[in-house]
């Protein structure tokens, strides 16, 4: 099971665009790589999901290198409200494999 | 959004109260999931059923009894537990078991043991 490995924390100010980089040196060809958001007290929601090149959507881009071994996870002109903590999954299809959200990165933007 | 419902939101028990969590979710899925999040504690997986049945224990002890008696509802029953499982419960539900699958998740039950 492919390990993430994200900073713990992040600040950014408002209309600023965010990037966190996810590192996953063990990604499986298999594998895909998820992003979600998650506000206190709230179950985390899903954001953005790639396996190579780049993915946008009218939340935010994913970029992964052709190695696969990272992947970034862009946030344009951040708001108040994008203040969350930030979590990398990657996995598989793999029967048994359990699905693990790590630390996450917790992200504060300021005005 | 009400995709995922979870009841009730807020619980205080005692460590010798028997209770149960319910998730019930609206989106057609077949896979569902139990997680737990304490304080400042990344996610931590419970429990997985797909199509009703359970594929997953994440080593949890036996005072958390899951219970899933269809594709909809799924619950966690719970008994005897002690002040540090206060957290967070969450639940979520996927199309299938797969891991690559979008999970979509309920609001959570926020847990106090006395």
């Known amino acids: 099971l492919a390990k993430t490995t994200q900073p713990i924390s992040m600040d950014s100010y408002e209309g600023q665009e965010v990037n966190i980089t996810c590192s996953h040196n063990?990604?499986?060809?298999?594998?895909?790589i998820t992003w979600y958001q998650q506000f206190p007290s709230q179950g985390p929601r899903f954001i953005i999901q790639?396996?190579?090149t780049k993915v946008t959507n009218e939340v935010a881009s994913l970029f992964i290198p052709a190695d696969r071994k990272s992947s970034t996870l862009s946030l344009p002109r951040v708001s108040l409200s994008d203040t969350a903590v930030y979590y990398c999954?990657?996995?598989?299809f793999g029967a048994g494999n359990m699905l693990t959200f790590g630390g996450g990165t917790r992200l504060m933007v300021k005005p | 959004e009400t995709g995922v419902t979870q009841t009730p939101r807020h619980l205080v028990m005692g460590m010798t109260n028997k209770k149960s969590l319910k998730c019930e979710q609206h989106?057609?899925?077949?896979?569902m999931y139990w997680y737990k999040q304490s304080a400042k504690k990344p996610l931590e997986l419970m429990f997985v059923?797909?199509?009703?049945?359970?594929?997953e224990n994440n080593s949890v002890p036996s005072r958390f009894s899951p219970e899933c008696p269809n594709s909809s509802h799924l619950f966690l029953h719970l008994h005897t537990l002690q002040p540090e499982d206060s957290a967070l419960y969450l639940c979520?539900?996927?199309?299938?078991?797969?891991?690559?699958?979008?999970?979509?998740f309920g609001p959570g039950t926020r847990l106090t043991v006395l």
């Open positions: 979520a539900s996927s199309q299938v078991r797969w891991s690559t699958d979008t999970q979509y």
């Open positions: 063990n990604i499986a060809t298999n594998d895909y």
């Open positions: 790639g396996y190579k």
């Open positions: 999954l990657v996995g598989d």
């Open positions: 989106l057609g899925h077949n896979a």
């Open positions: 059923y797909n199509f009703k049945e359970q594929t």
